[in-house]
């Protein structure tokens, strides 16, 4: 397992920009597919954002596609969430999580990933 540490979120008006970061411990951070789920209060965790292990596929939400971008660098065992075009209801706590190892096709159901950080609060006022 990893560990993930979450940063980045924060007060951000509508139509902002905000960049999320995720830096996970150990040396196998590279293996994993790397996601960013979000839940607001009062709702279930949900499915952002997600990259393979290699960074060379990619899947988002359709409610975020066109506005946020996942990427990875796996020498900084980073990843990232940019999220521009901001509106009030991508208010949440953002998570990173560590799902498969080695596996191209991402995947997007929060029980197939294991690890998660401790969330970073992004607030968009309107």
């Known amino acids: 397992q990893v560990q993930l540490v979450e940063s980045g979120g924060g007060l951000v008006q509508a139509g902002g920009s905000l960049r999320l970061f995720c830096v996970a411990s150990g040396r196998t951070f590279s293996t994993y597919t790397m996601g960013w789920f979000r839940q607001a209060p009062g709702k279930e965790r949900e499915f952002v954002a997600a990259?393979?292990?290699?960074?060379?596929?990619?899947d988002y939400a359709e409610s975020v596609k066109g506005r946020f971008t996942i990427s990875r660098d796996n020498a900084k065992n980073t990843v990232y969430l940019q999220m521009n075009s901001l509106k009030p209801e991508d208010t949440a706590v953002y998570y990173c999580?560590?799902?498969?190892?080695?596996?191209?096709?991402?995947?997007?159901?929060?029980?197939?990933?294991?690890?998660w950080g401790q969330g970073t609060q992004v607030t968009v006022s309107s």
């Open positions: 999580a560590a799902g498969p190892r080695f596996r191209s096709v991402v995947v997007t159901a929060t029980t197939e990933y294991r690890s």
């Open positions: 990259v393979s292990w290699n960074g060379g596929n990619t």
